[in-house]
């Protein structure tokens, strides 16, 4: 057997220097740590595209129902940005098509100079909806007041959801847990820096979707019960004048 080596007459030892117990413990907590995050931070998007499977249709091939409703996505200058008028014609043609009787516009107008609503409504009426067929929700403050308010204000139990194709899940999702039951037209747009914005925004709003449906919390502005929607449809249903 070959002795260890030997500097100035005095014996070498080799040494492995071992890893504490205590701090590979450490490392193993951390990493399941960070496995479980993950798994908690991507819970509630999964959650999204399982309960809206089956769900998502195009202008052509949605259930025909009374009622469309659309979500507000900004403005600029006084007019829908692109993103709007997107939703916004895609309404126009379930209009046309016969496939709604009556839209259902809802937004932000939570300061006098800016009406989202009323924005919404001029722009339709552009595209051919009459306007006694657009009803106006001036409350929409977000996705989950949208749906509660279209369900105990303005009555609607059945809809088609009108948004882009990264947010509609999560539209048709909230509309069902607060009563709408509800198919959902995803309106595509190119690949821009706006849309991947869309897409990261909504990982993070998926667990406040979540939080919503388990809490149920009341709209921001909830008041009375308004007939705009019934009466719009008996407008509708009304045979034309001769």
């Given at each position: 057997?070959?002795?260890?080596?030997?500097?100035?007459?005095?014996?070498?030892?080799?040494?492995?220097?071992?890893?504490?117990?205590?701090?590979?413990?450490?490392?193993?907590?951390?990493?399941?740590?960070?496995?479980?995050?993950?798994?908690?931070?991507?819970?509630?998007?999964?959650?999204?595209?399982?309960s809206t499977a089956g769900s998502l249709r195009t202008t052509a091939d949605?259930?025909?129902?009374?009622?469309?409703?659309?979500?507000?996505?900004?403005?600029?200058?006084?007019?829908?940005?692109?993103?709007?008028?997107?939703?916004?014609?895609?309404?126009?043609?379930l209009y046309r098509t016969g496939k709604v009787k009556v839209v259902l516009?809802?937004?932000?107008?939570?300061?006098?100079?800016?009406?989202?609503?009323?924005?919404?409504?001029?722009?339709?009426?552009?595209?051919?909806?009459?306007?006694?067929?657009?009803?106006?929700?001036?409350?929409?403050?977000?996705?989950?007041?949208?749906?509660?308010?279209?369900?105990?204000?303005?009555?609607?139990?059945?809809?088609?959801?009108?948004?882009?194709?990264?947010?509609?899940?999560?539209?048709?999702?909230?509309?069902?847990?607060?009563?709408?039951?509800?198919?959902?037209?995803?309106?595509?747009?190119?690949?821009?820096?706006?849309?991947y914005q869309g897409q990261v925004r909504e990982l993070a709003a998926a667990?406040?979707?979540?939080?919503?449906?388990?809490?149920?919390?009341?709209?921001?502005?909830?008041?009375?019960?308004?007939?705009?929607?019934?009466?719009?449809?008996?407008?509708?249903?009304?045979?034309?004048?001769?």
């Amino acid at each position: 057997m070959r002795a260890p080596p030997t500097t100035g007459g005095v014996q070498m030892r080799r040494t492995t220097r071992r890893t504490p117990d205590g701090t590979r413990r450490g490392r193993r907590r951390l990493v399941r740590g960070a496995v479980l995050a993950c798994v908690l931070a991507l819970a509630p998007a999964t959650w999204l595209h399982t309960s809206t499977a089956g769900s998502l249709r195009t202008t052509a091939d949605v259930p025909a129902r009374d009622v469309a409703v659309v979500f507000g996505a900004g403005l600029w200058k006084g007019r829908p940005t692109p993103y709007l008028a997107h939703r916004l014609d895609a309404a126009a043609e379930l209009y046309r098509t016969g496939k709604v009787k009556v839209v259902l516009v809802t937004g932000d107008n939570g300061r006098v100079e800016y009406d989202e609503p009323d924005a919404m409504r001029a722009y339709l009426v552009e595209q051919g909806v009459p306007t006694t067929r657009v009803v106006s929700d001036h409350a929409g403050f977000d996705t989950w007041d949208s749906c509660v308010r279209a369900k105990r204000i303005f009555g609607v139990d059945r809809a088609v959801l009108v948004t882009q194709d990264f947010h509609i899940r999560r539209a048709v999702a909230l509309c069902r847990a607060a009563g709408v039951d509800s198919y959902g037209v995803g309106v595509g747009e190119p690949r821009d820096a706006v849309w991947y914005q869309g897409q990261v925004r909504e990982l993070a709003a998926a667990g406040k979707a979540a939080a919503d449906v388990v809490l149920r919390p009341d709209p921001t502005f909830l008041g009375h019960r308004e007939p705009g929607v019934a009466q719009a449809l008996a407008a509708a249903d009304r045979p034309a004048a001769d």
